[in-house]
């Protein structure tokens, strides 16, 4: 499988941050044309695929969550991989397996579509605890080990898994531990309904995601990636973080609070956030845009609470807790 190129040598400066973050600029343009999707989740998403996270699109059928993903994709010149999960996908139809060369008289590695840039694991909730794990490994690792060898996987790599909140017959919902390795949830929702009446008279001239080129090369956003890493962040902004993160631990709604790495990961996309506002530092204003995005999937809500209590949690932490 062809591999991008290695990213260019980081240039330094801000002008440099400005260069970056116009990247994510083009790409929301791009996607804009072919997906009505609220500027906001466009951000977060373009935050994840400059964050390194990866992003799970929780929403009802039918709001455009495959139609988003395939738009990324096609805006970002690199292998895009689509997986359809059912109950008897088997972890090696996603990883990739030893399979038998009769002509070499060897085995050899035939490796699954996560060795694409962008997948996209449509109904990641039908698929068994056994092959979502093994799905869910190699997106921690960024590499897949079948019978000792160990394969690299493609960088940039982002998965987007996709499920129905609403649907749990033959389902397999996703353990906590598997959730937290989402940078992001996302959802859609309905669009405004001007964008919708504009929606249908788009859809009426053919699918608008097929009529998108790319706008950026893989090369491109692993430099942005190897910026975002150099977005500084002081002492203070990381205390807030923490005490962001404790705020959801003593929450008496909240069962189990976010996690040492759902701070981790509320950093790295405060970065990513900066940079794509063309900042070389992170603020608490990017920690609060993302507060949202990054922690209400990964609190376990107690059971008498209702649905949506998550969200309510992170935004009375955000409004409870001094910036800096
Ligand atoms: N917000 C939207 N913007 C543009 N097109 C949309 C939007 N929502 C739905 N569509 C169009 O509606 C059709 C269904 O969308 P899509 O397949 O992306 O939904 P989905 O959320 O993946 O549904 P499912 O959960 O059933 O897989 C597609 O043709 C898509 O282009
Ligand atoms: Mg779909």
Redesign the pocket.
């Known amino acids: 499988m062809e591999r991008p190129e290695p990213a260019p040598a980081a240039p330094h400066a801000s002008e440099s941050f400005a260069g970056l973050a116009g990247l994510a600029g083009r790409l929301a343009a791009n996607i804009s044309k072919?997906?009505?999707?609220r500027p906001e989740t466009l951000g977060h998403l373009l935050v994840a695929l400059i964050a390194e996270g990866h992003v799970l699109l929780e929403?009802y059928?039918?709001?455009?969550?495959?139609?988003?993903a395939r738009a990324l994709a096609r805006s970002v010149d690199c292998h895009f991989a689509r997986v359809q999960c059912t109950s008897d996908l088997l972890p090696g139809d996603v990883v990739g397996t030893n399979v038998y060369n009769q002509r070499e008289q060897r085995f050899e590695f035939r490796p699954g579509p996560v060795f694409a840039n962008i997948v996209l694991v449509?109904?990641i909730n039908r698929a068994s605890p056994k092959t979502q794990s093994g799905l869910l490994e190699c997106m921690q690792e960024r590499s897949v080990t079948v019978d000792v060898h160990t394969h690299e996987l493609a960088r940039p790599f982002l998965v987007l898994a996709?499920q129905?909140p609403v649907e749990y017959e033959g389902t397999y919902p996703l353990p906590e531990a598997q959730v937290d390795r989402f940078m992001v949830r996302l959802s859609?929702g309905y669009?405004q309904r001007g964008a919708e009446v504009e929606?249908l008279a788009d859809?009426e001239a053919g699918?608008k995601?097929l009529a998108l080129g790319p706008v950026a090369s893989a090369a491109e956003v692993l430099a942005a990636q190897d910026g975002a890493t150099r977005v500084r962040a002081t002492e203070p902004l990381r205390d807030y973080v923490v005490r962001l993160l404790w705020a959801t631990r003593e929450d008496p709604r909240v069962d189990l609070g976010a996690s040492p790495r759902a701070g981790l990961m509320l950093l790295r996309a405060a970065k990513a956030h900066a940079m794509i506002h063309g900042r070389d530092h992170a603020l608490p204003d990017d920690v609060q845009a993302l507060a949202q995005a990054v922690l209400a999937h990964r609190l376990v809500i107690a059971p008498e609470c209702p649905r949506g209590a998550g969200a309510e949690v992170i935004a009375d932490a955000v409004s409870a807790v001094r910036a800096l």
């Open positions: 072919a997906v009505q999707v929403d059928p039918g709001v455009g969550k495959t139609a988003l449509d109904e996709t129905n859609l669009p929606m859809h699918d995601v």
